[in-house]
């Protein structure tokens, strides 16, 4: 199993167990899909024990709907949200990312091109970053496919750093 994390900040992104596809050799498109979480108090943990006569106020057991890999591993959405405010936070990982590998700086360039043809297309993305809460980590794209609505992330290839576990 590969785990891939961001280069700049250590926040693990996903693993290779999920549907990928390297686009351009500039970032993976990872398939994600959507996961119904329960939430509440399970009173059997606790040592409750419901009796016969109905459950306590309260107790009941509700749901709601996650996306996987944001859930799994607790990526954040970003304030920083819309066509303008993603340009600029690219900018400054990019940045970041071509002071910490100077290598990069055509590559960089690359992908902006690729993201502005794909904002073109869709202009319904959301701005996620890794865990750390930490801004200057790599800006990552949700968007969804049609027709199943399908959520798929972006993830810059030259900002991610594998393991293998």
């Excluded at 309260?58 to 996306?67: A, M, P």
């Excluded at 700086?105 to 992908?111: C, E, G, N, Y």
């Amino acid at each position: 199993m590969i785990l891939y994390s961001d280069v700049l900040t250590g926040a693990e992104m996903f693993i290779d167990s999920y549907k990928m596809e390297l686009v351009d050799d500039i970032y993976y498109k990872v398939i994600g899909k959507h996961d119904i979480l329960n939430v509440g108090t399970d009173e059997t943990i606790i040592g409750g024990n419901r009796s016969a006569e109905g459950s306590a106020e309260g107790s009941e057991q509700t749901t709601t709907t996650v996306i996987d890999i944001v859930h799994s591993f607790r990526l954040r959405l970003s304030h920083l949200q819309g066509k303008d405010n993603f340009r600029d936070n690219f900018r400054s990982w990019a940045r970041r990312m071509v002071l910490k590998r100077p290598e990069l700086k055509d590559r960089i360039h690359q992908l902006f091109e690729a993201l502005n043809t794909m904002w073109m297309r869709e202009d319904q993305f959301q701005v996620y970053h890794g865990e750390t809460w930490d801004d200057d980590g790599m800006p990552l794209l949700l968007g969804y496919e049609e027709p199943n609505n399908t959520p798929y992330m972006i993830f810059y290839k030259d900002g991610l750093v594998t393991k293998t576990l």
